[in-house]
T-cell receptor
Framework: DTGVSQDPRHKITKRGQNVTFRCDPISEHNRLYWYRQTLGQGPEFLTYFQNEAQLEKSRLLSDRFSAERPKGSFSTLEIQRTEQGDSAMYLC??????????????FGPGTRLTVL | KNEVEQSPQNLTAQEGEFITINCSYSVGISALHWLQQHPGGGIVSLFMLSSGKKKHGRLIATINIQEKHSSLHITASHPRDSAVYICAVRGGIQGAQKLVFGQGTRLTINP
């Protein structure tokens, strides 16, 4: 088990460009979460999937943000027309639906986005 | 006022000292998590608890549901404990899965 992986680890882009991040959860974890963390703050919830269904979205997730998990495995988070305020660490986490670690969330290393 | 408040925001101590980080929350919860974040961003789950006390090595976490308060203790602190410690709560609404995080406590242990 290689843990939750995220790609890329770092992304620098110019304002107005679109970016896409990928998260691969721990295999057989059917719950997947996206969070955003700005410097010096705790993470903030963005969205949550159970299998391929997006069950909850934060109001932080403006219409420029979209997340998918088409086959219930990996997930992508896309930001369109990036703004400088989008600069943050984007964290992905996954959790199992049962077992000893039920409801515990396992975090990936994050993707650090810098919008110039 | 944030739903989850941690104190202190920053803590510097000498190696060997007993450390306490506090977390207060204002909403009903189904569980509280303590997480550790090292420079570079990686977050590791330390504890998930809904009542009482848990211990793992030199780390102890307690929660008082009535007072909506939790503490994380580190005994015999070591420089490798230097990190940001984050408290997060999972809502009491059935099926609620998202975590609501505190702002974190930056701990520095000097040798």
């Amino acid at each position: 088990d290689t843990g939750v992986s995220q790609d890329p680890r770092h992304k620098i882009t110019k304002r107005g460009q679109n970016v896409t991040f990928r998260c691969d959860p721990i295999s057989e974890h059917n719950r997947l979460y996206w969070y955003r963390q700005t410097l010096g703050q705790g993470p903030e919830f963005l969205t949550y999937f159970q299998n391929e269904a997006q069950l909850e979205k934060s109001r932080l997730l403006s219409d420029r943000f979209s997340a998918e998990r088409p086959k219930g495995s990996f997930s992508t988070l896309e930001i369109q027309r990036t703004e400088q305020g989008d600069s943050a660490m984007y964290l992905c986490a996954s959790s199992p639906n049962s077992g000893a670690t039920y409801n515990e969330q396992f975090f990936g290393p994050g993707t650090r986005l810098t919008v110039l | 006022k944030n739903e989850v408040e941690q104190s202190p925001q920053n803590l510097t101590a000498q190696e060997g000292e007993f450390i306490t980080i506090n977390c207060s929350y204002s909403v009903g919860i189904s569980a509280l998590h303590w997480l550790q974040q090292h420079p570079g961003g990686g977050i590791v789950s330390l504890f998930m608890l809904s009542s009482g006390k848990k211990k793992h090595g030199r780390l102890i976490a307690t929660i008082n549901i009535q007072e909506k308060h939790s503490s994380l203790h580190i005994t015999a602190s070591h420089p490798r404990d230097s990190a940001v410690y984050i408290c997060a709560v999972r809502g009491g609404i059935q099926g609620a899965q998202k975590l609501v995080f505190g702002q974190g406590t930056r701990l520095t242990i000097n040798p």
